[in-house]
């Protein structure tokens, strides 16, 4: 059975809505000056941790370090958004569908570049992730799957990934229609998938 690698930021989380959370903070600590703002500020955080290597473009964001400058506890502020906002608002429309699919047919794990704790805490937004392996790095994902996934597995990413090994499938995903993509939802991500699987399974 093939394992399905899932990316989370802009594949099945609402990167664009994280403002929300923000603002959220902003709402839960009204006394604390520091977090006003922290939304348009984010920048300050952004880690590009590979700029030695020639790469300028790729970064995280590091929500804990931002928390802990503004003398909050990153335990207590996510424990009291998740209590908010794990309702599914965060996830794209088709997200539950779209994981049952996958996981009638193989494995579904989550493959997602970032900080470990944020990125656990956005997938725990996700309702349709729940019980899903979420698997973080701050590393390349061709290097990752060409070392762990197998033939015939799959990766599904908002970012084009050059350089897999031979027998390793990816889809390309854009919920925005006027970027190029293979698809530009996740139910026709689950229809490409099946349509694939099934003639794979006919051969």
């Known amino acids: 059975m093939p394992v399905f690698y899932v990316d989370l930021d802009r594949t ?9 959370l923000f603002a959220a903070i902003e709402g839960l600590y009204p006394d604390n000056r520091a977090v006003k703002d922290g939304y348009k500020k984010r ?8 700029k030695e290597e020639g790469d300028s473009t790729t970064y995280y964001h590091d929500i804990v370090v931002w928390l802990r400058d503004v003398g909050l506890d990153y335990r207590e502020v996510f424990a009291r958004l998740h ?21 009638s047919i193989g494995t579904v794990k989550v493959l997602t570049y970032g900080e470990d704790v944020y990125q656990r805490f956005k997938a725990s937004l996700c309702p349709s992730l729940q019980g899903v392996e979420i698997i973080t790095l701050i590393a390349s994902k061709v ?11 799959w ?24 970027l190029p993509a293979d698809v530009h939802s ?8 099946r349509e694939r699987n099934r003639k794979a399974i006919d051969i």
Do not use: C, M, W
């Open 143 to 153: 290097e990752y799957l060409n070392s762990h996934a197998g033939h015939g597995d």
């Open 83 to 103: 209590n908010s906002f794990n309702d599914g608002r965060f996830e794209y429309p088709g997200a539950a569908r779209f994981i049952h699919q996958l996981r």
């Open 43 to 50: 920048a300050a955080y952004y880690v590009f941790a590979h």
């Open 12 to 20: 099945v989380f609402r990167t664009e809505q994280v403002k929300e």
């Open 186 to 193: 996740l139910e026709k991500a689950g229809e490409y998938i």
């Open 155 to 178: 990766i599904i990413d908002d970012k084009r990934l050059d350089g897999l090994s031979k027998g390793i499938r990816a889809l390309h995903i854009q919920h925005d229609v006027r």
